[in-house]
């Protein structure tokens, strides 16, 4: 079966990382994967590195300007085009832009096509514009599924995580430039506001006096297109904001810039620390961290407390600095604690988190896509 993943790639985050995980995974027996990007997408070369064909047509921003019409329905007509060249079985879009460009190249070509909603900036006209057009939607949490009640989603198919890294604790440690005797708490994540570095940094201020050899990293890099006022902003203004505050706080924060391998930061840190200020639709770190076993607090919002369940980590209000610093010390000062927490939270991500879980999902519903009758 033939399937043509879409994703603009504009960078490497988690969707990126999502579908080389996925392709990886996929049972090629069945499966034959080809990408689909944006010829600007400094991803390319990536994509290219996992093995499987790459091929590139214009996935342009579709907003509400005056030519959103004809660039939806541009960018549709090439990727029909694509899909029919290719002999493609069925298309799967995994982002808002290549959702209603998707849409678009199905109602054209006649491919099947099948959204995974993976966030909550799909708009709600959107989906119910364009949400009939898919012969599949599937999400990744109850919480995007209570969130989109206008969709019709046939079920879920969460992210799933590499196996730790074998490096050992000593070797990330000294890549990292971290002493063994740091008690390290990371946080992993693009630098845009409403993940909460800047929450991370005011609990570590707090913690750093109780705590004298805590160690705070702060992993991601800012992006140039998330140069924007507001929560959903970022940049490089908001990373030189947070240096600035690290500084002003005295808190004991490194900043690594972006990983491509963040094993490393999970075999080094004693507990991982998820801060987000807004709903997350997931929780990729986390369940990383969990497969790793890393403890982890985490912001009580959005999809996370579907994936932190009792005893499996700790949950704190989003955007409190103090809960974070008490959880925090709490959690550092107790070494067996942090134990049963990293034990508990292995076993529940190989349980429902692997990446060969992932891929049998995914497969289950693409079947099911290439089946299925068309929505009315």
């Known amino acids: 079966m033939n399937v043509l993943l879409v994703g603009h790639a504009p960078f490497f985050g988690g969707a990126e990382a999502f579908l080389l995980d996925l392709i990886s995974a996929l049972d090629r027996a069945e499966f034959t994967p080809s990408i689909v990007a944006d010829p600007r997408s400094p991803v390319l070369e990536r994509f290219r590195a996992s093995g499987v064909p790459v091929l590139t047509t214009p996935l342009p921003q579709i907003n509400r300007s005056p030519i ?6 541009y960018a549709g007509a090439r990727l029909a085009q694509l899909a029919r060249t290719t002999r493609a079985d069925l298309m799967h879009s995994f982002t808002v832009r290549t959702h209603l460009i998707g849409a678009v190249a199905a109602q ?5 096509l099948l959204w995974r909603v993976c966030d909550d900036t799909l ?10 057009v898919p012969r599949v939607i599937v999400t990744v949490s109850r919480y995007i599924a209570a969130y989109y009640p206008n969709l ?3 079920g879920f198919a969460p ?3 590499r196996p730790p890294s074998a490096i050992s604790r000593a070797a990330a440690r000294a890549e990292l430039g971290l002493r063994d005797d740091e008690l390290v708490v990371a946080h992993l994540g693009r630098l845009v506001r409403w993940k909460g570095q800047d929450v991370f940094i005011r609990a570590l201020a707090r913690v750093a006096p109780t705590i004298p050899n805590a160690r705070g ?6 992006h140039a297109e998330d140069e924007k006022h507001g929560p959903l902003g970022g ?3 908001y990373a030189r904001e947070l240096r600035a505050l690290a500084e002003q706080l005295r808190a004991p924060i490194t ?11 999970y075999a080094a840190a004693d507990v991982i620390a998820h801060t987000s200020t807004a709903p997350e639709p997931f929780g990729r770190t986390v369940i990383e961290a969990m497969i790793a076993g890393c403890p982890v607090v985490a912001a009580n919002s959005g999809a996370l407390p579907e994936i932190v369940t009792p005893g499996t980590g700790l949950l704190t209000p989003p955007g409190d600095a103090n809960a974070l610093a008490d959880a925090l010390v709490h959690l550092l000062t107790d070494s067996e604690l942090r134990a049963r927490i990293a034990d508990a939270a292995r076993a529940r991500a190989e349980a429902e988190y692997t990446l060969d879980q992932m891929a049998r999902r995914i497969e289950h519903f693409y079947r099911l896509t290439a089946q299925s009758k068309i929505r009315n």
């Open 68 to 73: 959103f019409l004809w660039r939806l329905f």
């Open 159 to 161: 992210d799933g995580a």
């Open 108 to 112: 054209m070509s006649g491919v099947p």
């Open 152 to 154: 019709r989603f046939d």
């Open 123 to 132: 708009p709600r006209w959107a989906g119910t514009l364009f949400g009939r």
């Open 235 to 237: 940049g490089q203004s």
């Open 255 to 265: 900043f690594t810039g972006f990983l491509r391998d963040p094993g490393i930061v």
């Open 217 to 222: 990293l702060i992993v991601g890099a800012w």
